[in-house]
């Protein structure tokens, strides 16, 4: 039994409002250290500015970009650390994967399984096309030059925020899109990383496709597992996601809301 898990996600939580906070006095007041993070078009704007790639590095010579390295090996680490079993810092909703999880329900019934997937898929392909549209309005945003990089940079440290803020507090897509009972039984739990690093797409370097496309690999691997093992995602076949078997606890603040087999407000 792990009694601290809502306390472990509100820690989290907390240290990531932190890190927002230092990111956002950054942008506001020093908006020059988001330089170091070169892309194409920033090269080609100072190019056609007038100045060469020696005075670029020059000018990039007077930072130290060890923090960029830091928090880019962080956000890596933590996609790398939540395709592990052992992880004892996360929740079932997203550890309900793995095989070692699964405790199967005695004659549970596969036509309803099969059932109760589908309405979930068919939600979470609603949640994928809602998401995109909104961030391909940031996208063309970027591409027209009315954003620039560290506004999708704030962008993603913002949806950072955002992902534990549904799982603690409120969730829209809890609300709205998949009417899942709690987190426990989120279909899309493991889309976060995904979610939070949509904006790099956008920005053309190392370190931000790295972490994208990372999260696109933790995103597939848990797509892939649903599909081979649906039984794994549901309660009505996986004793451990019951209620009374419950042992996160996380649900302290945000309660349970909707019937798991209707979607159905309780």
Not at 91 to 114: N, P, R
């Amino acid at each position: 039994m792990r009694p601290h898990m809502f306390q472990i996600y509100v820690a989290k939580l907390v240290f990531r409002i932190g890190v927002f906070l230092v990111v956002l006095w950054t942008y506001l007041f020093h908006g020059e250290y988001f330089d170091l993070l070169l892309t194409e078009k920033s090269i080609v704007n100072f190019q056609l500015a007038g100045g060469t790639l020696e005075e670029l590095n020059a000018y990039l010579s007077q930072f130290n970009n060890i923090g960029i390295i830091v928090v880019w090996g962080l956000l890596m680490l933590s996609m790398i650390l939540h395709m592990l079993p052992s992880n004892k810092t996360l929740t079932m909703g997203s550890k309900k994967e793995f095989a070692d999880t699964y405790v199967q329900v005695k004659d549970y019934d596969e036509l309803e399984m099969y059932r109760y997937v589908q309405k979930n898929n068919l939600s979470a392909i609603w949640v994928l096309l809602a998401w995109l549209s909104v961030n391909a309005v940031f996208g063309a945003l970027y591409v027209f030059d009315i954003i620039a990089v560290k506004e999708l940079i704030l962008l993603s440290l913002f949806y950072y925020v955002c992902d534990l803020i549904c799982v603690v507090i409120w969730c829209p897509f809890q609300q709205f899109f998949i009417k899942n009972k709690c987190c426990v039984n989120c279909r899309i739990f493991n889309w976060g990383h995904f979610m939070m690093f949509t904006p790099m797409l956008f920005i053309r370097n190392f370190f931000t496709w790295s972490l994208f496309f990372t999260s696109i690999v933790v995103m597939l691997r848990w797509e892939i597992t649903l599909l081979r093992h649906p039984e794994r995602f549901w309660e009505g076949s996986n004793d451990i996601l019951k209620c009374s078997n419950c042992q996160d606890k996380i649900c302290q603040f945000k309660k349970p809301q909707f019937v798991e087999k209707t979607g159905k407000k309780l």
